[in-house]
């Protein structure tokens, strides 16, 4: 079974953050953790190995991503997710805007008041 080999330290959702497939605007599952180098997402959906995607996360109180926040990651490992129906996936972060390390920020900070 894949193992993780994160360097940096993730933050786990304790709410519901959409992740979309920027390409076709569908929401492809839900944020689980989040790093500066990259996030975790559950799915119901099948993502292929090394699938490279473009995926925006709905911050609360957004019914859609902002356009500027969207990122392009490599899907890099998946393993079944053992207390809900689906697939946990991590993706490693290729190419990200300017203010990514902020909107991981503001993420955080947003779980934070739900903790």
Request: hydrophobic fraction near 35%.
């Amino acid at each position: 079974m894949p193992k993780e080999h994160r360097h940096h330290t993730r933050y786990e959702a304790l709410i519901s953050l959409d992740v979309y497939d920027m390409r076709s605007g569908e929401v492809i599952g839900q944020l689980f953790d989040i790093s500066h180098q990259g996030l975790r997402l559950h799915s119901s959906q099948v993502i292929p190995n090394n699938a490279s995607l473009s995926l925006g996360v709905s911050m609360l109180h957004q019914q859609r991503p902002d356009p500027e926040s969207v990122i392009s990651a490599q899907c890099i490992w998946r393993i079944p997710a053992e207390q809900h129906p689906g697939w946990y996936y991590g993706f490693r972060l290729l190419q990200a805007p300017s203010g990514w390390l902020s909107i991981v920020d503001s993420v955080r900070q947003q779980l934070a008041l739900h903790l």
